[in-house]
């Protein structure tokens, strides 16, 4: 990247930070308030993609993660869209209705940084309630 901003003999007035985009991230959005969906429809650039129901913490530790709702592993297929059924949220079962919807996404070097979109009125992408991860590559 470097190497190609010299070759552009941009006038850049700071030298820049360069990094690796990261090739693993986490979104997570809290479960409350979500008890009308029952599918959860995405696309992601990502090769392998997993949902599940995390705890309170949202899922941060692995004593804390659900069974998973859903795993996909690509084939190579980029901008793979996705429709996951999801299991009924009762608004007076903690169990159910407490934490958070939690999706773990790795890509390949060509594939770029991890990207989630979503366009379900409830689920949408867009919405404040919605976190983000970039987890370093080791």
């Given at each position: 990247l470097r190497h190609r901003v010299s070759e552009a003999k941009l006038k850049v007035w700071y030298p820049g930070a360069y990094h690796r985009p990261s090739?693993?991230?986490?979104?997570?959005?809290?479960?409350?308030g979500k008890t009308t969906v029952k599918t959860f429809t995405f696309r992601s650039n990502?090769?392998?993609?997993?949902?599940y129901h995390g705890g309170e913490e949202g899922g941060e530790s692995s004593e804390s993660r659900g069974d998973a709702l859903y795993q996909y592993t690509g084939d190579g297929e980029r901008d793979a869209s996705h429709?996951?059924?999801?299991?009924?949220v009762t608004a007076n079962d903690d169990a159910t209705s407490s934490g958070y919807y939690v999706v773990e996404l790795e890509t390949t070097e060509e594939e770029g940084p991890p990207c989630l979109a979503i366009q379900d009125r409830e689920m949408l992408s867009m919405i404040d309630e919605w976190q983000?991860?970039?987890d370093r590559d080791e």
């Open positions: 090739r693993r991230g986490t979104f997570r959005v809290p479960i409350a990502a090769a392998s993609v997993r949902l429709a996951v059924e999801l299991p009924t983000w991860r970039g």
